[in-house]
């Protein structure tokens, strides 16, 4: 059943939020958005990018923020469904990622579940895929040898 405007509107929120705290790097702020249940999934696009509970998944923010590369996500579609305390979203986005100063803008889908406990709305399982041919890169400024 479709979420009321308010549950989307806070749905929404946590994953901006989380994506909001990729982009700056701070893994608690992420980690704060999903919940702490061993039973959490996130899967990436890599193959190896498949990680269970709280702890898996810092291992795989911390490795992908070591590669150096900024990101930026955004939603450009989004069907908000729930019932009960249990939300689900199936959303289109763009992930812009500046890497050998260029920006690559990827198109992406995302899948996630998510509960709420008292008034928040915590991440239990988000799935991040590439349909494919969906990259492309941009070059938006000259490279200039530093950044």
Partial sequence: ??????VEKAVLATLI????????REVDQVLSCYTSDPDLVAIGTGSDERF??????????????SQGHETALKITWS????????????ADCIAEVEMECRTVRVAGRLSAVLEQRGE???IMQTHFSLPAGSAHASQNAPCSGSR
Avoid: C, I, T
């Fill in 1 to 6: 059943m479709k979420a009321s405007p308010e």
């Fill in 52 to 65: 269970q509970g709280p702890e898996s998944l810092r291992a795989g923010l911390l490795h992908d923020f």
């Fill in 120 to 122: 928040n709305w915590y």
């Fill in 79 to 90: 069907s908000v469904s729930a019932a009960g305390n249990v939300a689900w979203v199936a």
């Fill in 17 to 24: 939020e989380s994506w909001d705290a990729y982009r700056r």
